[in-house]
């Protein structure tokens, strides 16, 4: 069983930066990929990025790629993203998820654990 628990969200103006973390329970946090999706209102949850167990691999979604960086340290059982050149697009309730397998995968239902959410609002 892990917990995730997301913070670091916010309101920011257009073209701003945030950063999110997610810290998770658990001693086996070294041995799950993580992900961050997010989801605005009347809108399917989207992939945003992912990090491999050790950190080695990573994989955003098109809209985040170069504005985004997902980071981890397994010392801390944390995962974060930075987020910059941030859009009105971007506004959504950003959810931390775990997988408990290698290899990372962009769909929703391959992650088996999930945070709260926190919130991310992008005024123009």
């Known amino acids: 069983q892990v917990q995730l628990v997301e913070s670091g969200g916010g309101l920011v103006q257009a073209g701003g930066s945030l950063r999110l973390s997610c810290a998770a329970s658990?001693?086996?946090?070294?041995?799950?990929?993580m992900g961050w999706f997010r989801q605005a209102p009347g809108k399917e949850r989207e992939f945003v990025a992912a990090i491999s167990p050790s950190g080695g691999n990573t994989a955003y979604g098109d809209s985040e790629k170069g504005r985004f960086t997902i980071s981890r340290d397994n010392a801390k059982n944390t995962v974060s993203l930075q987020m910059n050149s941030l859009k009105p697009e971007d506004t959504a309730a950003y959810y931390c998820?775990?997988?408990?397998?290698?290899?990372?995968?962009?769909?929703?239902?391959?992650?088996?654990?999930w945070g709260q959410g926190t919130q991310v609002t992008v005024s123009s």
């Open positions: 998820a775990a997988r408990r397998a290698i290899g990372i995968v962009v769909f929703r239902t391959g992650y088996t654990y």
């Open positions: 658990g001693r086996t946090f070294s041995t799950f990929t």
